[in-house]
C-alpha cells in the first residue's frame, strides 16, 4: 500500500518538476510584459529537439544542450522583436493571441528543420531504475528534479543579485515608473523572452529521455504549465514551483486511485477550481495590488 | 479553278478526319486504366500516408513502364486529405465525378475510409481501404474492400500466443486514441470468446510521459498473468520503459501498431523480450523459404529500399496490396467496367501480398486469416519470429 503511494508520489513529482520549469517560463515573461506566453511550450520542444538531434549526430550532450538553448533564446528574442513588440500598444488579449499564432509557426519551422518523427535522446545516466522502499524511479528523474532545483535557485539568485534580474522586477511592479528611473523596458522584455526560452530548452533536454522528443511536444506540457503558473499566481516564481509539483502529483494520484482516462482531466479542473474560487492562485497577490 | 481547290482541301480534311477517326480505335484500346488514391500524405497521419503515396506512385510508374497492365497504362491521381475525414469525402467526390476514376485505393485512417464509404457505395465505384479498423469491412459494404490486417486478429493472436504459453488473465492497457480504443472493444469482445480473463481494463492518454500510475496498478494485481498494450507511436514506447522501470515481470504484449523500427528505437533495451503479431513484411529476410510471403515481402522490401533510401514499412505494403488486388481484378475482368470489377475484386483468391495471402468473398472483404500474423518478439533490437 505505501509501497504504491510512493511510486505515485515519485511520479508525480518527476512530471511535476517538468511542469515547474514551463510555468517558471510563463511567469517570468508575464512579470516582464504582462504577456501570456504560449510559445514557452516550443521552447521545451526546441530544447528537446535540438539535444536530441545533435547528440544523434555526434555532437557531445552538453555541448548540443547548450546549442539547443542558444537556439531558443534566439527564438525567443526574435519571437519578443518582431511579434510581441511590435504589437505592444495591443491588448493583452490580442498579444496572448499572437504568442498562439508564434507557436503554431514554430511547430510548422520545427516540423520542417526536423521532420515528423519521435527523437530519442539517451539517458544521461543509465537506465537502471533506482529502487525506493518497494517503489521505484529512472535515474534520469533525478536529473529532471535536480536540474529544475538548481534553475529555480539560479533564477531566484539572478532577480535578486543582478542589476537586470532587479531591472525585470522593477519593471513588473510598476512599468511606468521603471522607464522613469532609467530601465529600458524593452530590452527588459526581450531579456525575460531569452531568460524564459533558454529555461524551457534546458528543460527540454533534460526530460526529451522520458518523454521523446517530437515537434509537437510542446503543446500539452506547454498547456499544463501554465495551469502550474495560474495555480501558483501568474507571475509568482515560487508559486509556479509549487503549483508544478502539485499539478504533477495530483495527476499522478488520480490515475492511480480515480482512473487513468481521467488523468488529463485533473488539471484542468485543478485550473478551473482556481479561476473560480481563487483568481489569484495559491500565492498571488490580491488583484487590487495591480490597480 | 478556285472552286475546285477549295473542294480538294475539304476532300484532304474530311479525309483526314476520317483517317484520324479510324486512328482513335485501337487507341480507345489502350485508354488509361483510372485509378484514384486518397491518402493523408501529410497531417498527423502522415507516417502512414506518406509511404502510402510514395508506393503508389512508385508501382504505378513501374508498371506503365513494363508495359502497363493489358497492353493499357495505369493513370493515377493521388490526393492529400492532410488527415482530415471532410477533406477525404470532398477528394472522393471529385476522383468520382471530375476525374472519372475506375477504381479507388485509399483512406489512409478509418475516419477517411468510412467518410468516403456513403459515396463510393452511392456511386458505384470499387474501393480498396487501406485502414485498419473492423467497421469498414463488418458489415460486407458491396463496393468497399480493405486490404489491412484488423485490431480484431490482432487481438486474436495475442491470445491464441498466451494460450499456448498456458496464461488465461490478460491486463489490458489501451490508448484513448481511435485506434486504441478500436482495439479495446475487439480485445473485450475477443477475450469473452476465447475464454481468456481480463482482469485489468486501464487507459492511458497517447500523448502521456509517464504511465507508472496505471502500470503500478496492474504491476499490483496479483490475478495478471499478461499485459497487452494497444496502441500507436510512441505511447507504447512510454509505456515499455515505465514498464521496466517498475520491475514487472508479466510477459508484455503489444499490438501490430507498433510492428515497425521506430518503436524499437525509442524503446531501446526496454523492448527485448515483448512479443507482438506483425505482418511477415516486417520479418522478410526471417521468413523459412518455403514461405508463400518469402519472394513477395522480399521483392517488395529491396524496391522499396532501393528507391526511397528508408526503412520499408507495413503501411507501405498495405498501398502495394491495395493497388495489385485492384490492377489484377482488372486482368481478370478483362477491362474495367465497374460492376464487372467489382465483382472480379470479391474473387481474388490466394493472391500473395504483403500482408498474406488474400482470398476474399462476398462475405469477407478483406480476405486475411490469421495465419497473415507472424507473432514476433524484440531480441538484440530486431523483430524475431517466435516459432
Known amino acids: 500500500m505505501f509501497a504504491e503511494l510512493l511510486q505515485y508520489l515519485l511520479s508525480g513529482l518527476t512530471i511535476g518538476a517538468i511542469y515547474a520549469l514551463a510555468g517558471l517560463g510563463f511567469s517570468i515573461i508575464y512579470n516582464a510584459s504582462h504577456v501570456i506566453n504560449f510559445a514557452q511550450g516550443e521552447f521545451i520542444m526546441i530544447g528537446g529537439m535540438a539535444s536530441a538531434t545533435l547528440t544523434a549526430s555526434g555532437v557531445p550532450l552538453p555541448l548540443a544542450i547548450l546549442i539547443g538553448c542558444g537556439g531558443a533564446m534566439l527564438v525567443g528574442v526574435l519571437v519578443a522583436k518582431f511579434a510581441v513588440e511590435r504589437a505592444r500598444n495591443a491588448s493583452t488579449v490580442t498579444l496572448i493571441i499572437i504568442t498562439i499564432g508564434a507557436s503554431i509557426f514554430l511547430r510548422g519551422v520545427a516540423e520542417l528543420v526536423w521532420g515528423k518523427d519521435f527523437k530519442r535522446l539517451d539517458a544521461f545516466s543509465g537506465e537502471t531504475p533506482i529502487q525506493i522502499l518497494g517503489a521505484s524511479m529512472q535515474p534520469q528523474s533525478l536529473w529532471v528534479v535536480g536540474t529544475a532545483a538548481v534553475l529555480i535557485v539560479a533564477i531566484g539568485l539572478f532577480f535578486s543579485r543582478t542589476l537586470t534580474g532587479k531591472a525585470i522586477l522593477a519593471t513588473s511592479h510598476n512599468r511606468l515608473a521603471a522607464q522613469l528611473v532609467g530601465i529600458d523596458v524593452k530590452r527588459v522584455v526581450l531579456a525575460s523572452f531569452a531568460l524564459s526560452a533558454a529555461l524551457g530548452a534546458v528543460g527540454g533536454a533534460v526530460v526529451a529521455p522520458i518523454t521523446f522528443s517530437y515537434t509537437e511536444m510542446g503543446i500539452m506540457l506547454g498547456l499544463k504549465g501554465f495551469t502550474a503558473a495560474v495555480l501558483g499566481g501568474l507571475g509568482h516564481g515560487p508559486g509556479a514551483v509549487a503549483g508544478g509539483l502539485i499539478v504533477g502529483v495530483a495527476e499522478a494520484l488520480g490515475a492511480g486511485y480515480i482512473s487513468s482516462a481521467y488523468k488529463d482531466a485533473v488539471a484542468f479542473v485543478i485550473i478551473l477550481a482556481v479561476l473560480l474560487f481563487m483568481p489569484n492562485g495559491l500565492f498571488g497577490k490580491r488583484g487590487t495590488e495591480r490597480v | 479553278m478556285r472552286k475546285s ?359 469477407d472483404h478483406m480476405g486475411l486469416t490469421l495465419d497473415a500474423f507472424h507473432m514476433v518478439e524484440v531480441k538484440q533490437g530486431d523483430w524475431s519470429l517466435v516459432k
Do not use: C
Not at chain 2, 513484411?281 to 524496391?303: C, I, N, R, Y
Open chain 2, 5 to 363: 481547290l477549295l473542294s480538294t482541301i475539304a476532300a484532304t480534311v474530311t479525309a483526314a478526319i476520317a483517317v484520324s477517326g479510324a486512328l482513335m480505335g485501337p487507341a480507345a484500346a489502350a485508354e488509361p486504366i483510372k485509378v484514384g488514391a486518397i491518402v493523408s500524405a501529410t497531417g498527423p497521419a502522415s507516417f502512414l500516408g506518406d509511404p502510402e503515396k510514395k508506393v503508389l506512385e512508385l508501382y504505378a510508374d513501374r508498371i506503365n513502364k513494363a508495359g502497363g497492365v493489358d497492353g493499357r497504362p495505369v493513370q493515377l491521381t493521388v490526393y492529400d486529405d492532410g488527415g482530415a475525414a471532410d477533406k477525404a469525402a470532398s477528394f472522393t467526390k471529385r476522383l468520382i465525378e471530375s476525374d472519372g476514376v475506375d477504381v479507388i485505393v485509399g483512406g489512409t485512417t478509418t475516419a477517411a475510409t468510412m467518410a468516403a464509404v456513403p459515396l463510393v457505395e452511392r456511386a458505384g465505384v470499387p474501393f480498396i481501404s487501406l485502414a485498419g479498423a473492423v467497421v469498414i469491412v463488418e458489415p460486407v459494404k458491396k463496393w468497399v474492400f480493405k486490404t489491412p490486417h484488423t485490431d480484431r486478429m490482432a487481438a486474436e493472436k495475442v491470445m491464441e500466443d498466451m494460450k499456448a504459453r498456458g496464461l488465461t488473465k490478460l491486463a489490458l492497457l489501451s490508448e484513448d486514441s481511435g485506434f486504441g480504443k478500436s482495439g479495446r472493444e475487439q480485445t473485450v469482445a475477443v477475450a469473452k470468446e476465447r475464454g481468456i480473463e481480463l482482469v485489468a481494463d486501464e487507459t492511458y492518454g497517447a500523448k502521456d510521459t509517464d504511465v507508472t500510475a496505471q502500470l503500478t496498478k496492474i504491476k499490483n494485481n496479483a490475478a495478471a498473468q499478461a499485459v497487452l498494450v494497444f496502441g500507436l507511436g510512441q505511447g507504447p514506447a512510454v509505456v515499455t520503459k515505465n514498464y521496466r522501470q517498475l520491475g514487472i515481470a508479466l510477459p508484455l504484449y503489444q499490438s501490430h501498431g507498433v510492428a515497425s523500427k521506430e518503436y524499437i528505437r525509442l524503446a531501446g533495451g526496454a523492448a527485448e523480450g515483448v512479443r507482438l503479431p506483425a505482418a511477415g513484411l516486417v520479418v522478410a529476410a526471417q521468413l523459412p523459404e518455403s514461405d508463400p510471403q518469402k519472394t513477395v515481402v522480399t521483392d517488395f522490401t529491396k524496391t522499396y529500399e532501393d528507391a526511397f533510401k528508408s526503412e520499408v514499412s507495413t503501411f507501405a505494403g498495405h498501398a502495394y496490396d491495395g493497388l495489385m488486388i485492384a490492377l489484377d481484378a482488372v486482368k481478370r475482368s478483362g477491362g474495367t467496367d465497374k460492376a464487372k470489377l467489382r465483382d472480379a475484386i470479391e474473387q481474388t483468391k490466394g493472391y500473395v501480398g504483403t500482408g498474406g495471402t488474400v482470398t476474399m468473398g462476398p462475405k
